[in-house]
């Protein structure tokens, strides 16, 4: 069973930067894309970003160039780089495999405000 445990979360103002790390168990993290989604009070949750094994990247249109994905196959994590945050950035941000496992996360809260 994979476990995945999301940490970096807070509040930040618009313009400000975060960064995301994933810690995911299991040997099936070494042969599955990888991806950051999140979901916003009131509405579905979202692909914000996707990485494959072997490093190749997409992203969203909502966070193209601001956002970037990167993973460590040897430490078994993830990290989503935020810069340039928007308040529309405001969501509970989650990591799990794409397509997605069945289990997730709790997820951590990132809130972007003045």
């Known amino acids: 069973q994979v476990q995945l445990v999301e940490s970096g979360g807070g509040l930040v103002q618009p313009g400000g930067s975060l960064r995301l790390s994933c810690a995911a168990s299991g040997r099936i993290f070494s042969i599955q894309s990888m991806a950051w989604y999140r979901q916003a009070p009131g509405k579905q949750r979202e692909l914000v970003a996707v990485?494959?094994?072997?490093?190749?990247?997409n992203y969203g249109d909502s966070v193209k160039g601001r956002f970037t994905i990167s993973r460590d196959n040897a430490r078994n994590t993830v990290t989503l780089q935020m810069n340039s945050l928007k308040p529309e950035d405001t969501a509970v941000y989650y990591c799990?495999?794409?397509?997605?496992?069945?289990?997730w996360g709790q997820g951590t809260q990132v809130t972007v405000s003045s």
């Open positions: 990485i494959t094994v072997g490093g190749i990247t």
């Open positions: 799990n495999s794409e397509p997605p496992f069945p289990s």
